[in-house]
């Protein structure tokens, strides 16, 4: 159980267009979900908590309006890069949990590797 | 706020045992994660520890010492796919729910 899918696994990308990222849970309802970036080498950093049926709850230093997050179900929340530059380019893991208690596990989707040209 | 400390680079032998080492600081305590992470791939779960002790998992174990603000991952009987990176998370809880501060990971390199 507590499978996370994400989709793509990979996206290749021009400098000034839109990415779509998709994180679904697929054998549990999840509450809440949680988005990660991570450069190379370094550990995970998290960008922002998705909350299904309410806007999402960004990091400081996260441009909302850059990275647009949906949560329309208890299985799938979106992650929109938009007007993705060079500098976007990085593995991004969302994960997700039946609840937000603190005991609550996040299991992890496998991850999406964006490279924007 | 949240502070985690872990080694960044270890390496060990194969069949050997190692131990991974975290330190902790933080406002309120609600457990402590561990997650390995192979390149490229996502973090898989390893084990949670909320209270204090020794917890073992097959060939991995995890200890918790909270009034020290210290847990560590034992990793016996090491196979090469055991190269990989291990994270210690805690939880914000409060007002942050189950979101996590990660550590930087911990590097392990098994060697024959």
């Known amino acids: 159980g507590a499978v996370v899918s994400q989709h793509p696994s990979r996206v290749i990308c021009k400098s000034g267009t839109s990415v779509k990222i998709e994180c679904r849970s697929l054998?549990?309802?999840?509450?809440?979900m949680f988005w990660y970036r991570q450069f190379p080498k370094q550990s995970l950093m998290l960008m922002a908590t998705?909350?299904?049926?309410?806007?999402?709850?960004?990091e400081q230093g996260v441009e909302k309006d850059k990275f647009l997050i949906n949560h329309a179900s208890l299985t799938l929340s979106t992650l929109t890069v938009t007007s993705a530059h060079p500098e976007d380019s990085s593995f991004y893991i969302c994960?997700?949990?039946?609840?937000?208690?603190?005991?609550?596990?996040?299991?992890f989707g496998p991850g999406t590797r964006l490279t924007v040209l | 706020g949240q502070n985690i400390d872990q080694p960044t680079e270890m390496t060990a032998t194969e069949g050997a045992i190692v131990q991974i080492n975290c330190t902790y600081q933080?406002?309120?305590?609600?457990?402590l994660f561990w997650y390995q992470q192979h390149a490229g791939e996502a973090p898989t779960f390893l084990s949670y520890?909320?209270?204090?002790g020794l917890e073992e998992k097959g060939r991995f174990s995890s200890f918790l010492s909270r009034s020290k603000g210290y847990s560590y991952l034992l990793l016996k009987e090491l196979q090469m796919k055991d190269s990989a990176s291990y994270l210690c998370?805690?939880?914000?809880?409060?007002?942050?729910?189950?979101?996590?501060?990660f550590g930087t990971g911990t590097q392990l390199k098994v060697e024959l």
């Open positions: 994960s997700a949990s039946w609840d937000r208690k603190p005991t609550d596990t996040q299991y």
């Open positions: 054998d549990f309802q999840a509450t809440t």
């Open positions: 998705s909350n299904e049926g309410s806007k999402a709850t960004y």
């Open positions: 933080t406002s309120g305590f609600n457990g």
């Open positions: 520890n909320v209270l204090d």
């Open positions: 998370a805690v939880p914000l809880g409060r007002g942050g729910g189950n979101k996590l501060t």
